[in-house]
T-cell receptor, first 117, second 115 residues
Framework: AQSVTQPDIHITVSEGASLELRCNYSYGATPYLFWYVQSPGQGLQLLLKYFSGDTLVQGIKGFEAEFKRSQSSFNLRKPSVHWSDAAEYFCAVGAPAGHSGYSTLTFGKGTMLLVSP | KAGVTQTPRYLIKTRGQQVTLSCSPISGHRSVSWYQQTPGQGLQFLFEYFSETQRNKGNFPGRFSGRQFSNSRSEMNVSTLELGDSALYLC??????????????FGQGTRLTVV
């Protein structure tokens, strides 16, 4: 079974500074990888996804992530954080179930991003 | 295009009661999944429906059930509510088909409180 580890429960970054959120996954083959963001009391918004191809993927709101197969990682980055980026971030892995392509998502525990002025 | 709509947004129920939550997926999406989110357990998969058939089920007791209608709208039901069922229930719709995988788009959730 697949699993996702987000080692940082909380991260505080100064506004304007760069950000990197870590994500490690466990899965026997190349997984589908996602980053979602959740504001308090809200649902999850998809930031970006990796299915195949270029290992550096661009997402919305200036976020990017890099898939590194050798490290089983899919870290999320942003060059300059804005106060509005404060939220909880979830890394997820989707793996095909059985013979069909459909899948379920397995989520990490999340990383809460705090942005200081 | 309208997003995923979940109703109601908030619910307060008493232990032992049952509850039904509703989810309307994005138009054209035939796959609907349900997840439970709690502070202790995080996000956990409940079940997934595609074309009115349950294709996958998570590790939850039989008190949790669901169904999908011909218009792809889905409902989940929890019977004999327990305090531990208090959670944010998230519905996600996906354009994935019978043999394809695609990303999931989430609704804003239904906050269920059991007292």
């Amino acid at each position: 079974a697949q699993s996702v580890t987000q080692p940082d429960i909380h991260i505080t970054v100064s506004e304007g500074a760069s950000l990197e959120l870590r994500c490690n996954y466990s899965y026997g083959a190349t997984p589908y990888l996602f980053w979602y963001v959740q504001s308090p009391g809200q649902g999850l918004q998809l930031l970006l996804k990796y299915f195949s191809g270029d290992t550096l993927v661009q997402g919305i709101k200036g976020f990017e992530a890099e898939f590194k197969r050798s490290q089983s990682s899919f870290n999320l980055r942003k060059p300059s954080v804005h106060w509005s980026d404060a939220a909880e971030y979830f890394c997820a892995v989707g793996a095909p179930a059985g013979h069909s392509g459909y899948s379920t998502l397995t989520f990490g525990k999340g990383t809460m991003l705090l942005v200081s002025p | 295009k309208a997003g995923v709509t979940q109703t109601p947004r908030y619910l307060i129920k008493t232990r032992g009661q049952q509850v039904t939550l509703s989810c309307s997926p994005i138009s054209g999406h035939r796959s609907v999944s349900w997840y439970q989110q709690t502070p202790g357990q995080g996000l956990q998969f409940l079940f997934e429906y595609f074309s009115e058939t349950q294709r996958n089920k998570g590790n939850f007791p039989g008190r949790f059930s669901g169904r999908q209608f011909s218009n792809s709208r889905s409902e989940m039901n929890v019977s004999t509510l327990e305090l531990g069922d208090s959670a944010l229930y998230l519905c996600a719709s996906s354009p994935q088909g019978a043999d394809s995988f695609a990303e999931a788009f989430f609704g804003q959730g239904t906050r269920l409180t059991v007292v």
